[in-house]
């Protein structure tokens, strides 16, 4: 009993931990062997649900905040965890090292995540003894908060595991049915994506522009680089639909505008050789005092090959402003590249998605009722102005769409990875636990 209450409870209260463990040491050398034995079986025996009595399965259902998509991911996870490690014991695997680099984080929140439900189990069990249940309650009740916070980390761990890699992306927004006040909606999406890469620290280049009227754009590009660009722009692509009434009319219009994701590939390198560059520097325009206005420091760039030119006039240096050219530049050729390597189903689906029928939208914005509701995930928030202008209010929809998709690809990879098991004869255990 002494043994127990020492090795398998994990109390706060160190005068009983000191005392249990004075008593334990004292009848150490009278203690048989198949203690030994208890010690290695006990958590064993917790952990592996198939073998549990229905108290410990009923106590584990009411705690136990995985999903069985969530619970079949990592214990896939944890297992090639496992299996990497061994490896690197036995040789150097750069395949191992980037995959345990990348899940070190997951495998131990998930590791104290299952320890905790493990000591809410133990616990429960010393409820019917009088003078362990106020001790006993008082540790369910810190632990189940443990629990929780173990859950967010291990949540927002399998976000980021799940994401595809890469940061730098290229955004092009498209005015496409409804004319004038398409425009203008490809106009306040571009200016509310501009805001919600500033808020990630992200930056933010210009690359093409066509505006339309004062207020308005045909089709811009943009190419953003930083901290999880992709991550947080990737739900953006697809037809964005809105519902308002134009500033030149009293009646309700249907526009559309199309956000086009591309990631940046790290495999493309683009070679520009200074002989085919023509640069040319004038005074910059717009406000800047007279510094700007004095100097030629606007850079002004032609790719000569491809008839590209670009310019620059954001610094007040000229050779600052000819390297954000050179940068743009590249951008530029290398999206030109991306668009030669599309095979021809890439190119069909692209060109239907070109067309921005109202039908096809992802997404509806709509101003009577103030909803915003995303058709693919079956998500709504309320306040369009707040959502336009505030960023906070832009990640409110991202975390809510984030984690329907989060669990519509966590079944399909259990959905993988049960038939998977189901053809080898193995996973068993992980299988009944979920």
Known sequence: QHYYITNNLRYNDTMIRRCCCSLYNTSYNLLPNPLAKHQNSTKHHLRNISQSSHSQIDIIEKFDKLSSQQRLYLETIKKDYDDASLIRLVKHSQASERFLG??????????????????????????NEPEMEEIARTDIVSMDSVLQSSYNDIE?????????????IFLEIRMAAGGIESSVFANDLFTMYENIAASRGCNWSVLEEDARGEIGIARVVVSISGPDALG????????????????????????????????KPHDIKIKIDEEDLECTYMRASGPGGQFVQRTNSKCRMVHKPSG?????QTSRLAQDNKKECLKKLSDILLREEIEANLSATEKTKKSQAMQGDRSDKIRTYNYKSGVITDHRYKVEVTGISDYLADPEYFMELHRKVSGVWQLQKLAEIAEGLGEDQSSKGIGQSSRNRS
């Open 102 to 127: 990348k899940f070190s984080t997951l495998y131990s929140a998930y590791k104290e995540y299952c320890d905790t439900l493990d000591t809410i189990v133990e616990c429960h069990e010393l409820l």
């Open 156 to 168: 927002a761990e399998i976000m980021e595991s799940l994401q595809p890699s890469g940061d730098d």
């Open 232 to 263: 947080v722009f990737q739900f953006e692509a697809g037809v964005h639909r809105v519902q308002r009434v134009p500033l030149n009319d009293t009646r309700v219009h249907t526009s559309t505008a199309i956000v086009i994701v591309t990631k």
């Open 308 to 312: 590209i030119t670009v310019t620059n």
